[in-house]
């Protein structure tokens, strides 16, 4: 399965729970089935983080998409709460100093030594550059923990730490385990407010057939488009009936 056909289930997904809360309020099956939405998502932006070109317009991309939705959510439900996208956005921050870890620790110059060398004027060394990669990482994790505990962020700490594990390893089946584990948890956490999210485990069977490729079609820009579309055409339908 590519992660072409991974996006479709997870834009389905999302429809359907989006259709659940804005058009069928009360009738749960939309919510179950739109369960799949985020792990299914959380996993592609691992994966997107993983081969992009340029990390750097990846995140402007999925941050400025989130900033503007916000607004847009914000103003129509009168309520403050970080969406889907800015939770994804923090991920990817993590995912860059994850991979400043990663690059010092097998012995190269990371991304984040070679900027604090050049601001600094001096040499960052391999031993400092293990030490600086893992701390900025470690309190970059500290710092979204915190951040969860005073602001509400769409699924929460272990909603940011999704695609994380799914980049702590190289081996795909490893980062599968990684990536379930952390699912677990975050189904575990909502269990009080939110018992049907245990039915997000079933992205996993689903993430096990992924064979790493992107698929015969990319239609990369649809998927952002898509995400802030259908929330207008489902407003629209809700203030027609």
């Known amino acids: 399965m590519s992660s072409f056909i991974i996006k479709i289930?997870?834009?389905?997904?999302?429809?359907?729970?989006?259709?659940?809360i804005i058009l069928f309020p009360g009738k749960e099956i939309f919510r179950i089935l739109g369960r799949l939405a985020?792990?299914?998502?959380?996993?592609?932006?691992?994966?997107?983080?993983?081969?992009?070109r340029s990390r750097v317009r990846y995140f402007l991309?999925?941050?400025?998409?989130?900033?503007?939705?916000?607004?847009?959510?914000?103003?129509?439900e009168r309520e403050?709460?970080?969406g889907i996208l800015l939770t994804f956005s923090l991920s990817i921050l993590l995912m860059a100093a994850l991979e400043c870890v990663k690059t010092a620790l097998r012995g190269e110059k990371s991304a984040l030594a070679k900027g604090l060398g050049h601001l600094l004027g001096c040499e960052i060394g391999p031993a400092a550059d293990r030490t600086i990669s893992t701390a900025v990482f470690c309190a970059g994790v500290l710092g979204v923990f915190l951040l969860t505990g005073?602001?509400?962020?769409d699924y929460g700490f272990f909603g940011v730490m999704l695609p994380v594990c799914a980049s702590l390893f190289e081996?795909?089946?490893?980062?599968l385990v990684m990536f379930s584990a952390c699912l677990l948890a975050l189904a575990i956490t909502l269990t009080g407010e939110f018992p049907i999210?245990?039915?997000?485990?079933?992205?996993v069977p689903l993430l096990a057939l992924y064979n790493g490729k992107p698929g015969k079609y990319r239609m990369k820009y649809f998927f952002y488009i898509f995400y802030p579309l259908h929330f207008v055409i489902l407003y629209g339908i809700s203030m027609l009936r």
């Open 38 to 52: 985020c792990p299914l998502y959380a996993f592609c932006i691992a994966e997107g983080f993983r081969y992009t």
């Open 9 to 20: 289930i997870a834009a389905a997904s999302m429809l359907l729970d989006h259709m659940g």
């Open 61 to 76: 991309r999925i941050f400025i998409l989130g900033i503007l939705c916000q607004i847009v959510y914000t103003v129509v």
């Open 80 to 82: 403050f709460y970080l």
């Open 150 to 153: 005073f602001v509400e962020v």
């Open 171 to 175: 081996e795909r089946e490893q980062r």
């Open 197 to 203: 999210q245990y039915w997000s485990l079933l992205a």
